[in-house]
């Protein structure tokens, strides 16, 4: 896929694979230590290196692209889905972008083939909404696909990156805008709303 508009300026470069902890282990640790109330966010089959991306961010400050991730809800039967996950992927994989997919309707892609569903860690719980619904969604955000946070992965904070199809020039200004709110520890209430879309599948 071309590099486009913002990612063109910000330069996105490899610096080599990291020692330390995997990503897989970080989260695990996290998650080792929140409530039931904390959505899972999911482990990956092999452990995963990172890669070193580094994002030169246009206030100048460099973010360390092993730090963020995509958690990105499709369903196989969504024909915005389906327009939208090849250049979600296209894009996260040029990028070193890590995406976890999951599938509201309970099937994959050719894009993400293998979804995870979204569960309720605790059986006996009233709530009758999968975890990572209320984790992503309970902020009052329509549940609706495709939908796209981005993710810290140390502090798992989310922040609402696209609901609907988004053209990857406008995402990438939005990511971008979203890693400098993080940085700067801006809460995700006080951002500008996602621009709006009218090619979602409202829930």
């Known amino acids: 896929m071309k590099t486009t508009g913002l990612f063109a300026g910000l330069l996105l470069v490899s610096a080599g694979v990291h020692a330390g ?5 970080q989260i695990a640790a996290l998650e080792a230590g929140k409530g039931s109330q904390t959505a899972t966010i999911p482990q990956p089959d092999a452990p995963v290196e990172k890669q070193g991306y580094k994002m030169l961010l246009p206030d100048g400050r460099v973010a360390d ?18 327009k939208f996950d090849p250049q979600l992927k296209g894009w996260a994989d040029q990028h070193g972008i890590k995406v976890w ?9 050719p894009s993400f083939p293998v979804p995870l569903i ?25 549940i609706a696909t495709p939908t796209a946070f981005m993710v810290n992965v140390t502090t798992l904070k989310a922040y609402p990156l696209t609901q609907g199809v988004m053209d990857i020039p406008v995402l990438e200004g939005r990511y971008a805008s979203l890693i400098q709110a993080d940085l700067d520890q801006l809460d995700p209430r006080d951002l500008p709303p996602l621009p709006a879309s009218t090619q979602v599948t409202p829930q």
Do not use: W
């Open 21 to 25: 902890p995997t990503l897989r282990d």
């Open 65 to 82: 692209m092993a730090q963020y991730a995509v958690v990105l809800f499709m369903q196989a039967h969504c024909q915005y889905s389906a």
């Open 101 to 109: 997919a999951y599938s509201l309707d309970g099937g994959g892609d």
């Open 118 to 142: 979204p569960r309720k860690s605790d059986p006996r719980s009233t709530v009758p909404i999968a975890d990572e619904i209320v984790t992503f969604f309970g902020n009052g955000l329509p």
